[in-house]
Antibody
Framework: EVQLLESGGGFVEPGGSLRLSCAAS????????MHWVRQAPGKGPEWVST????????YYGDSVRGRFKVSRDNSKNTVFLEMNSLGAADTAVYYC????????????????WGQGTHVTVSS | DIQMTQSPSSLSASVGDRVTITCQAS??????LNWYQQKPGQAPKLLIR???TLTTGVPSRFSGSGSGTDFTFTIANLQPEDIATYYC?????????FGQGTTLEIK
């Protein structure tokens, strides 16, 4: 059974940083790209970032490019999101999601999602 | 960037009704379009990928169609458990965008 468990969310002041983690199990992790998607309160999902299965390609949405960095440790089946220069607009539930199908750089089909971790940016 | 225009933003229908949601892309995305269901307090769930392929385990009353810029999502024979918000999502050239969502209510 595919499981994705996010952690690392919390309260942070404007300008601060956080590092989110997503621990994966139940599939051959290194064969799949992984995504981060966020959802602000009362809003629809917003794609944040994607990293290829080998970790050699990464992509970012316009609103986070230059501030966020995605990485992964395939030996630990974990993907990370390093978030810097946080502002109120970054307040959201952050989900990690698995890509489908395997063995391609990125497909863009989010077939499994974690339950999310809350990030609140406030003074 | 590709913009997705989803309509309607909300919809009220009766059990047993046929419900249709549309999504329009700002340019041709071939069949690079997925549909998700999100219930309150839960993560989105993939229902349909590549415009019309039903995810394993999803009831056959859900269906999708379209290509290019115009896409349709249909629920035939609406059930009470279908109350949720539905989102389209395009995937093109390593940039992914979601529609604004359609919130479905039962009359």
């Amino acid at each position: 059974e595919v499981q994705l468990l996010e952690s690392g969310g919390g309260f942070v002041e404007p300008g601060g940083s956080l590092r989110l983690s997503c621990a994966a199990s139940g599939f051959d992790f290194s064969r799949f790209a992984m995504h981060w998607v966020r959802q602000a309160p009362g809003k629809g999902p917003e794609w944040v970032s994607t990293i290829s299965g080998k970790g050699d390609n990464s992509y970012y949405g316009d609103s986070v490019r230059g501030r966020f960095k995605v990485s992964r440790d395939n030996s630990k089946n974990t993907v990370f999101l390093e978030m810097n220069s946080l502002g109120a607009a970054d307040t959201a539930v952050y989900y990690c999601a698995k890509d489908f199908p395997p063995d391609i750089t990125v497909a863009g089909i989010f077939d499994y999602w974690g339950q999310g971790t809350h990030v609140t940016v406030s003074s | 960037d590709i913009q997705m225009t989803q309509s309607p933003s909300s919809l009220s229908a009766s059990v047993g009704d046929r419900v249709t949601i549309t999504c329009q892309a700002s340019r041709d995305i071939r069949k690079s379009l997925n549909w998700y269901q999100q219930k309150p307090g839960q993560a989105p769930k993939l229902l349909i990928r590549v415009a019309s392929t039903l995810t394993t385990g999803v009831p056959s009353r859900f269906s999708g169609s379209g290509s290019g810029t115009d896409f349709t999502f249909t629920i035939a024979n609406l059930q009470p458990e279908d109350i949720a918000t539905y989102y389209c999502q395009q995937y093109d050239n390593f940039l992914f965008t979601f529609g604004q969502g359609t919130t479905l209510e039962i009359k």
